[in-house]
């Protein structure tokens, strides 16, 4: 692509006076009508390019936009991000990214939406996803695991997501299970995992995140306030979601390649200590049934361990809150 071309030569440059146009032209062998259409090309993006006399350009600023241009800028992954589909305005990132895994979309498509109109959250909910102010995508993930493990790649994903948002801003953020992430009892994320599997293998998993990260109070209506959170709001810091994201996929990648090989135990004495429910009283929803119990483990297929009246009972799925 000829804007991502240049675009590595000006970041290259960026803090020299500048590249001219005939340079660029001569560096990539390209006319410098190119250069000008790729220039063009980049602004409308989002960059900020300065010219000077009309000929000579030096990048200033890049967008924080989720775009392949900047997400592919030095990504350590070999699988997950690879290949990128990326929209202004999507109605659920996982719905495009179900659709594209059964027309048989490769291992580790990210699909990205700076917008969703639909966003799903589990059992039917909605998820706000408002424009740019969080990381709303999908990934493709086909791992040849039986059905029955594919729920640990939920903790996994939440381990990567903590992992990510701990190391990057130092906010104390904790798992939640099953597939949220808090930070001080306060939701900024949550993760949704779609399956498609026959009786004994998995065909692939569609794991869904979504991430508050540069929302402000006001962002959030009545009913979550007080419940949701963004990074912005704990940290009081604006943080380039680029980063977060292409660090979420880098950790994300580790984890799943370790989970495929070794099982969700090689990581759930991880999982436990960043789990926000081990060891306290809970109220558990599982369909029309409410459960009071003491959260005791969680095991190595990611189910909970519930302590109720001195039986331990295996939950594998349902909405846990603290009592
Ligand atoms: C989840 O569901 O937490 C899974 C959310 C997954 C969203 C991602 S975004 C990209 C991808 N494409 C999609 O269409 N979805 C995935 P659940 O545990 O059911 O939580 C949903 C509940 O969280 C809602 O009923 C609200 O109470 C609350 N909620 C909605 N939007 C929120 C937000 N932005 N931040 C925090 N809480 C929210």
Redesign the pocket.
Known sequence: MISESILTLLKREKNSSGLSASLLSSSLSLPTSSVYEGIAELKKLGYKIETEKGKIYRLTSVPDSLIPLEIHDNLKTKILGKRILSYRT??????L?YRLAEEKAPEGTLIV?EK?T??????G??????PER?????LILRPKIPPAKAPGLSLCTGLALVQTIREKTGLKADLKWP??CLIEG???????LELSAELDKVNFVII?????VN?VQDD?PK??KG????ILMESGKRYSRVELLKTFLEKLEKIYLNFKTFGLKFYLEEIKSSSSMLGHKVKLLYGKEKIKGIVKDIDENGSLILETRGHLGTISSG?VTLI
């Open positions: 999507l109605k659920s990132t996982n719905d990214a939406a969703q639909a966003g799903k959250g589990r059992l909910r909605k998820w706000l996803s408002p969080g990381i709303w995508m999908s597939n949220d306060k939701k900024f994320a949550g993760i949704l869904g995140v979504g991430v508050n929302q959030f009913n979550l419940k949701a959170t963004s909405e």
